[in-house]
């Protein structure tokens, strides 16, 4: 256990320090930070202006607005002085977040951009597998958009600013939603027009970043909504496959009743409606073929929860 010698922030408390691996994760709910944009004057002449003026002055041309003033990106603060070797992160420090009332998963994902070598065959040698593409990754992380930089998250270590570095899983217990079967994702709880967005990375912290900054380090970073996660999706499973889901006759809670969804089973995308997942199910299967006798339907099923969790996820990429 590496321990600082600094206090830390308020928006950092001493709890993500890796001290209770079975310890409850923080429930965070949704708060969408909305921005303001300028407000343009327009340059007004008074009558008794006007009667001075001469006849050919008397009516002023339109003077237009001035235009909103585009906020700039930050610029990358400068790299540690000091910065150790890549080292994979240590999955038994990663807590895993599942959707729950009052949140768990936030609004989108904090993920590599390129996730194509979790799709060969060659999968488990992908560089990006569970954790281990935070190996590759330079992101400066903020308290808040209007503060300096707290430090570092860098080639698989959590660095403060002045502090020893802390080995991501070991030292530090981390915060991961898996989107699948084969890599863990940041949560990310707000995202904002201006390009900055808040995630978590702690069970009890979280951090802003800026999109400007996702490209630092030799893996490539983006920032997914829900929504986009799922418009790409060419097969879902329930997140909890132990319980049967309901699947409806149309995307509403009300409406009839079309089959239950059980583990076992096949199940595509279609159309998506608001928090409703349009699907065609076959059922019963083994993994990706169907059993002797097996029925296919199609009906609504909910891929997002009243908290905007999502209930669903890509299944193993084998298929």
């Known amino acids: 256990m590496v321990k600082t010698s600094s206090p830390l922030p308020p928006a950092f408390p001493e709890s993500w320090l890796l001290k ?83 949140g768990g998963t936030g609004v989108g994902l904090l993920r590599p951009m390129d996730l194509s070598s979790l799709s060969t065959a060659n999968w488990p040698n992908s560089p990006l597998l569970h954790a281990d593409w935070l190996r590759g990754v330079a992101l400066p992380i903020y308290p808040s958009p209007d503060s300096p930089p707290w430090g570092w998250l860098i080639n698989g270590w959590l660095i403060p600013n002045g502090t020893a570095p802390l080995a991501i899983g070991r030292d530090a217990a981390f915060s991961m939603v898996p989107i699948d079967r084969h890599i863990y994702t940041f949560p990310v709880l707000e995202i904002r027009p201006d390009g900055w967005f808040r995630f978590q990375y702690t069970p009890a912290g979280s951090a802003w970043a800026h999109t400007a900054h996702l490209s630092l ?103």
């Open 217 to 319: 380090g030799s893996i490539a970073l983006t920032v997914e909504t829900w929504e986009d996660y799922m418009a790409d999706a060419t097969r879902v499973e329930f997140r909890r496959p132990g319980l049967s889901q309901p699947m409806r006759r149309a995307p509403s809670d009300i409406a009839p009743l079309q089959a239950l969804v059980g583990a076992n089973s096949i199940i595509q995308p279609l159309a998506m409606e608001g928090d409703w997942l349009q699907v065609r199910v076959t059922q019963p299967a083994q993994g990706c073929v169907p059993l002797p006798g097996a029925i296919v339907e199609e009906g609504w099923v909910l891929w997002r929860d009243d908290f905007d969790n999502p209930l669903v996820r890509l299944p193993d990429r084998g298929c």
């Open 20 to 102: 209770d691996r079975g310890g409850t994760i923080a429930r965070l709910s949704r708060s969408l930070t909305l921005t303001g944009g300028l407000l343009a004057i327009t340059a007004l002449v008074t009558l008794a202006q006007l009667k001075k003026l001469p006849p050919a002055l008397a009516v002023p041309a339109p003077i237009s607005p001035p235009a909103a003033k585009q906020a700039q990106p930050p610029a990358g603060p400068p790299l540690p002085d000091a910065v150790p070797a890549p080292i994979q992160p240590d999955e038994t420090g990663i807590v895993s977040l599942a959707p729950a009332p009052g």
